[in-house]
């Protein structure tokens, strides 16, 4: 099983500034993997698959880079409505597997 | 565009079953394949498993083999997860995922990520 370790837990960052998370796989998953974001009480959304293609919709602030083992989402400039939970997600084997998330907060 | 719906939350006594459905829309059924992801209280996602179009197989996760039942009946477009033996650490909202089929040169595409999500089933199991 593939697990995805994601840091850091917790990100605290101000409205404006930029958000790098950190997604790194225990063995590579080429460039299968994808990123979403979830807020309080919804489903999750899709914003990355393929390592770096944005999902339709998902604004160019969000992006996508990495390949084997090591991952990054960047939000070059964060709006209020990006704070939230964000999950990579390997599909490159079987199990599925999620990372735990990084919470992205007000600082 | 998929539009997947879902039943209701449900309380179940330990050791019980549970059944969740998810309708689908937009789609049959059978052009997507489907998947189960749940959330306990506080905490993150978690695979439970789902159908691999290449083998035409459904795939569980270790820890719910055994436990967990994926079903799908195609003349209703519904898939179904039951969860039987239920324990209080099963209490957890429910997804059902999917990606919608993507049309290339060789012929239908089913993406292995999911976007699109139920709204999820909360299952809450105490006594």
């Known amino acids: 099983e593939r697990v995805m370790t994601q840091s850091p837990a917790t990100l605290s960052v101000s409205p404006g500034e930029r958000a790098t998370l950190s997604c790194r796989a225990s063995q590579s998953v080429s460039n299968n993997l994808a990123w979403y974001q979830q807020k309080p009480g919804q489903a999750p959304r899709l914003l990355i698959y393929?390592?770096?293609t944005r999902a339709t919709g998902v604004p160019a602030r969000f992006s996508g880079s990495g390949s084997g083992t090591e991952f990054t989402l960047t939000i070059s400039s964060l709006q209020s409505e990006d704070f939230a939970v964000y999950y990579c997600?390997?599909?490159?084997?079987?199990?599925?597997?999620f990372g735990q998330g990084t919470k992205v907060e007000i600082k | 565009q998929v539009q997947l719906e879902q039943s209701g939350a449900e309380v179940k006594k330990p050791g019980a079953s549970v059944k969740v459905s998810c309708k689908v829309s937009?789609?049959?059924?059978?052009?997507?394949?489907m998947h189960w992801v749940r959330q306990a209280p506080g905490k993150g996602l978690e695979w439970m498993g789902g159908?691999?179009?290449?083998?035409?197989?459904?795939i569980y996760a270790q820890k719910f083999q055994g436990k967990v039942t994926m079903t799908e009946d195609t003349s209703t477009d519904r898939a179904y997860m039951e969860l039987s033996s239920l324990r209080s650490e099963d209490t957890a909202v429910y997804y059902c995922?999917?990606?919608?089929?993507?049309?290339?040169?060789?012929?239908?595409?089913?993406?292995?990520?999911?976007?699109?999500w139920g709204q999820g089933t909360l299952v809450t199991v105490s006594s």
């Open positions: 937009g789609y049959t059924l059978s052009e997507l394949p």
């Open positions: 159908f691999d179009p290449e083998d035409g197989e459904t």
């Open positions: 393929g390592a770096f």
């Open positions: 997600q390997q599909y490159n084997n079987w199990p599925r597997t």
């Open positions: 995922a999917t990606a919608s089929p993507i049309v290339v040169p060789s012929g239908i595409y089913r993406p292995p990520y999911f976007n699109y």
